[in-house]
């Protein structure tokens, strides 16, 4: 189970860091990626990493500004999203696979519980 959190109103240029604690053993071997939904659109992928952090991949329009990473020993994903604007405001789902990194969401497995940001302007 995969449950992500830290979202909220910030305004934009502000910073959030969401989190995305999984339970069971096996977190480590599982790439992590964080997608967005905003209402009535698709999800889109927005960051992933790979079990061992070694490799991370970004979509371009938040490269630059958002970073992911894990803690493989806290069973825990993170994304530190900085310099956020209001067009970056969705739900922001967590999601795990096994294998490399994927962009589609219909790749990964395990999703959490979305938390939602809301950019100010």
């Known amino acids: 189970q995969l449950q992500a959190s830290g979202g909220g109103l910030v305004q934009a240029g502000g910073s959030l860091r969401l989190s995305c604690a999984a339970s069971?053993?096996?977190?480590?071997?599982?790439?992590v990626a964080w997608f967005l939904q905003a209402p009535g659109k698709e999800r889109q992928f927005v960051a992933a990493?790979?079990?061992?952090?070694?490799?991370?991949r970004y979509a371009d329009s938040v490269k630059g500004r958002f970073t992911i990473s894990r803690d493989n020993a806290k069973n825990t994903a993170y994304l530190q999203m900085n310099s956020l604007k209001p067009e970056d405001t969705a739900v922001y789902y967590c999601?795990?696979?096994?294998?490399?990194?994927?962009?589609?969401?219909?790749?990964?497995?395990?999703w959490g519980r979305g938390t939602q940001v809301t950019v100010s302007s």
């Open positions: 999601a795990a696979m096994r294998g490399s990194i994927a962009t589609t969401a219909n790749w990964y497995t395990y």
């Open positions: 990493i790979t079990y061992s952090g070694g490799t991370t």
């Open positions: 069971g053993r096996t977190f480590s071997s599982y790439t």
